[in-house]
C-alpha cells in the first residue's frame, strides 16, 4: 500500500496484519481524489488546504493522502489500540506530526466539537456493522463539519446506505466491491 499522488507519491504506508483492517485499495482512492479534485463543488470547497477528519482511520491513509494532496490538517479518530498504533507509525514516517492529530474515540459518540470545523470528511467504517448511520449522525450533531464540507462514505457493494435528512447526496460510484458515496451537511436552524 502506497500514497498515489502528490508529495509524498510513492511512499509505503504500513497495515496491520490480520483481517481487522481493510485499507482502502490505491484505485478507489485514485479514484476518490480523482473526483474531490475535478468535480465541482461549489466554490466553498478545495482540497488545498482543507482540514480533514479520518473517522474509522485505521492506517490512516485517506487522511494521510490528503495530507499529501495539499490538505492543511488531518484529525483521525480510530478506537482500536493496534491501529491506532499503526497509524502513529505512518503519520511518523511521513514527518506528519505537526499536521496531524490522532484521537481514540468511538465515532458514533464524537460529541461537541471544540476545534475549528472540517472541510473534508471520510468514514470507511468495518463493513456490514451498521456504523455508517451512528458515525454521520454523531459528526452532524457535534458540529464537526463546515456547511461547505464534503463527507465521503465508504461501504460495501449492497450494503445500506443510510439516508438522512442531515445529509444531500452529491454522488455516488461504485468500483467494484465497494460503494462510494459523495455528501453535503443540510443545514438546519439551531435554537
Do not use: C
Not at 494521510?64 to 482500536?80: C, H, P, Q, T, V
Not at 475549528?116 to 452532524?140: C, G, M, Q
Not at 465497494?178 to 438546519?188: A, D, G, M, S, V
Amino acid at each position: 500500500m502506497r500514497i498515489t499522488a502528490g508529495r509524498l507519491k510513492g511512499r509505503p504506508l504500513l497495515a496491520p496484519k490480520g483481517l481487522n483492517v481493510r485499507p482502502t485499495s490505491d484505485k478507489v482512492r485514485q479514484a476518490i481524489f480523482n473526483v474531490l479534485e475535478h468535480r465541482d463543488f461549489g466554490e466553498e470547497f478545495a482540497l488545498k488546504n482543507a482540514r480533514v477528519i479520518d473517522l474509522f482511520a485505521g492506517t490512516g491513509v485517506l487522511g494521510i493522502e490528503a495530507l499529501s494532496r495539499g490538505a492543511a490538517f488531518a484529525y483521525f479518530i480510530d478506537n482500536a489500540v493496534e491501529e491506532r498504533a499503526t497509524l502513529r507509525r505512518n503519520v511518523e514516517a511521513m514527518n506528519l506530526t505537526g499536521t496531524t492529530k490522532i484521537w481514540r474515540r468511538d465515532a458514533s459518540e464524537l460529541g461537541r466539537n471544540i476545534n475549528p470545523a472540517f472541510d473534508l470528511a471520510f468514514l470507511d467504517p468495518p463493513y456490514r456493522k451498521n456504523l455508517l448511520a451512528p458515525a454521520l449522525d454523531s459528526l452532524h450533531a457535534g458540529g464537526w463539519l463546515h456547511p461547505h464540507a464534503i463527507v465521503v462514505t465508504e461501504a460495501a457493494k449492497g450494503e445500506d446506505i443510510p439516508t438522512t435528512d442531515q445529509y444531500q447526496i452529491l454522488d455516488q460510484r461504485r468500483y467494484g466491491e465497494t460503494h462510494i458515496t459523495f455528501l453535503r451537511p443540510i443545514q438546519t436552524d439551531r435554537a
